[in-house]
């Protein structure tokens, strides 16, 4: 048995093969091209939540000095307050020797 085919036949053929391989990728590149806008999409979205708890992280950070204090500045103001208020008993002692020495 033989099969005879034509050059135009033949030209056809892989004109046709060709064509169909073509759409074929295209199709698949669609997919593809779909599938990662979704993709980038669901990350955009998701990169909005982190923008926003990365901004309110900023914003908890800027207020944290003025609403924190901590214990070794506490403890330093409490030493200067004492001290003061050790010097004016100082003082206040010694006025009132004074006026006892001078009755």
Do not use: C, H
Request: aromatic content about 10%.
């Amino acid at each position: 048995m033989m099969v005879e085919v034509e050059f135009w036949q033949l030209v056809t053929l892989l004109v046709t093969f060709l064509g169909f391989v073509f759409g074929a990728g295209r199709v698949l590149l669609g997919q593809i091209d779909k599938r990662l806008d979704a993709r980038f999409a669901s990350l955009e979205v998701e990169s909005k939540g982190w923008r926003t708890m990365e901004r309110d992280w900023m914003a908890f950070k800027a207020d944290l000095p003025i609403q924190y204090v901590r214990r070794e500045d506490y403890v330093r103001g409490q030493s200067i307050l004492e001290a003061k208020m050790d010097a004016l008993a100082l003082k206040i002692e010694n006025l009132q020797l004074r006026d006892r020495g001078d009755r």
